[in-house]
């Protein structure tokens, strides 16, 4: 009972089914076994026991695997049986039923009958040894007897077999996860042939470009969060978008500004306002291009670039280069200062503390003394001074 | 001769040791810088100094205020003394150079005087009587060191056929 094999019962390429009989009992030897009640499938290479009640239960034979079969003939109480004698099993067989077995026969006993008729056929195909001639893959074929080398290399490719199938499904997995990208690639693929089409016509300077095809590629671009590029530079224009957050940028900045005397970071206003928004939050990006617009959209608010690059927001009212000169007066009243200094005495962030010293500097209220003690600013002597 | 040497203002004021940014306000520094040196070299009777040796010496380097002239700024001042005539590198490296506090033809011009004025036109003078002689001894042409008389009497006799 232990040459058998677990098997999926389906057939491979090759192979083809005999006969098949229901109501089929296995003993292993002599003895009843819980496999009471199968079908019994004869293919050219195999015989084959599927359980009646639970399908998943399949086990078989291989033909090669049989020495002889002999009739029984039915008795009272006892069914028509076959006994079918068996060589040792091969030292690397694959998994079946039983470990291990005493017995080098097994009985199948027909319950329903129709012993008479797979007998005839199960002679047949061991005597025309089809299975010989139709080669399926290899780990259906075993040896008659151990033969160490072939029957190692059975066993590995039975292995290779099985890996081979896991990742054929994993593919499967894998390109069933990836179906939606695939469709995505296709919409990509339209959207290249068209920023092409419209490039190939911009560059040979022929043929207007359809409005159809402009109002295509502009909701194609915003959709990705491009603002039309042509214009991104130019104040005073920009997407709608943006002249409506100016607007409201010059609502909520308002109070703050007036707050922080006038003048603030562009970090700053981007902390506060997406403090406040909560939700929907600003892009950095979105920020500037809105503040870019304040100007000229005549708001009281406007965007302003330090030399050094630093950005702030400054109220129309607020007249930096006057705060240079109360700057002055601090710095000479305490004969010198540095930024963090200065920013503490005023109450200003350091960062803007410093750009309004630079800026005196620039105007020539200021020079300055760097050294290892740090950057100082005093008023400018050598201007004042013989 | 010796007087104490009086620093100006600018020498006790920190940002003075700093190349100032402002262009406007880094032309009157300089202005100074190249004052204090020719005075400076002037008094200590100093004609010609390695880059080295400006470093170290008081003249940029003020221990009471803890502050020196960056060696960059130093090579600045030195060019503007140049492109003004008051300094002559003495090699192809920069390392070492002359400085004249009056310049060859601001010399020549005072022999010349001094010559017009002694009633000594046409006669021949070494250089030697030209510097040290009692005659001039009074008389600006004084701290004239040697290789500067030189010059001197070139520009000078250019000017007014004055015999080599």
């Known amino acids: 009972m232990d040459r058998f094999v677990w098997t999926s019962g389906l057939l491979e390429i090759n192979e083809t089914l005999v006969i098949q009989q229901r109501g089929v009992r296995i003993y292993d030897g002599e003895e009843k076994i819980k496999f009471d009640a199968g079908t019994l499938l004869l293919s050219t290479h195999r015989l084959i026991w599927r ?28 069914s028509a049986k076959i006994v079918v004698h068996l060589h040792p099993p091969p030292s690397n067989k694959e998994p079946g039923p039983f470990q291990s077995s005493k017995n080098s026969y097994i009985k199948l006993s027909f319950k329903e009958h129709g012993q008479i008729e797979f007998y005839r056929r199960l002679s047949e195909e061991m005597t025309q040894r089809r299975w010989e001639n139709m080669p399926v893959s290899q780990s259906l074929q075993t040896n008659r007897g151990p033969q160490p080398g072939r029957i190692r290399a059975v066993g590995i490719v039975g292995i290779e077999r099985k890996l081979e199938e896991k990742r054929k499904e994993t593919d499967k ?76 940028l010059a609502g909520i900045l308002q109070g703050p500004l007036e707050e922080r005397g006038g003048i603030m970071s562009l970090t700053e206003v981007y902390c506060l306002v997406n403090r406040a928004r909560g939700m929907e939050l600003l892009s950095p990006e979105d920020l500037v291009n809105a503040c870019k617009m304040l100007e000229a959209l005549k ?4 965007l302003r670039v330090f030399d050094s690059g630093v950005m702030v927001i400054e109220l129309q009212s607020h007249k930096e280069e006057e705060m240079v000169a109360s700057a002055l007066e601090t710095v000479s009243e305490k004969g010198s200062l540095t930024s963090e200094e200065f920013a503490k005495l005023v109450g200003m962030s350091v960062l803007l503390a410093k750009e309004r010293l630079l800026l005196a500097e620039k105007m020539g209220h200021l020079c300055r003394d760097d050294s290892v003690e740090g950057l100082r600013f005093y008023p400018n002597l050598f201007m004042t001074q013989s | 001769m010796a007087m104490s040497f009086e620093w100006p203002w600018q020498y006790r004021f920190p940002p003075f040791f700093t190349l100032q940014p402002n262009v406007d306000t880094r032309q009157k520094q300089l202005a100074a810088w190249c004052s204090l040196v020719l005075s400076f070299c002037r008094l200590h009777k100093q004609s010609s100094m390695t880059v080295m040796e400006a470093q170290e010496s008081p003249l940029f380097n003020n221990v009471k205020l803890q502050r020196k002239l960056p060696v960059e700024s130093i090579q600045v001042v030195l060019e503007e003394l140049r492109k003004k005539g008051n300094l002559e590198w003495l090699d192809k490296n920069k390392s070492s150079f002359l400085i004249m506090w009056r310049r060859p033809e601001e010399w020549g011009k005072l022999i010349y005087q001094w010559v017009s004025r002694s009633g000594q036109n046409n006669s021949v003078f070494t250089l ?3 510097t040290n002689g009692e005659d001039t001894e009074d008389e600006a042409l004084q701290p004239c060191p040697a290789h500067h008389s030189r010059w001197a009497k070139l520009e000078a006799s250019s000017e007014s056929k004055l015999p080599d």
């Open chain 1, 51 to 78: 359980d009646q009640k639970n399908h998943e239960c399949c086990m078989a034979i291989l033909l090669s695997q049989i020495v002889f079969i002999e009739e029984q003939a039915a008795g009272i109480g006892k």
């Open chain 1, 173 to 248: 997995n894998i390109s069933e996860a990836f179906e939606d990208l695939s469709k995505l690639m296709v919409k990509a693929k339209e959207m290249v042939e068209l920023s092409k089409s419209i490039a190939n016509k911009i560059k040979d300077k022929q043929g207007d470009i359809t409005e159809d095809e402009t109002i295509r590629f502009k909701s194609y671009l915003l959709s990705m969060g491009i603002a039309n590029p042509v214009t991104r530079e130019t104040y005073g224009s920009g997407t709608q978008y943006h002249m409506q957050l100016a607007k409201q």
């Open chain 1, 299 to 302: 708001l009281p608010l406007r």
């Open chain 2, 128 to 130: 030697y009587e030209l």
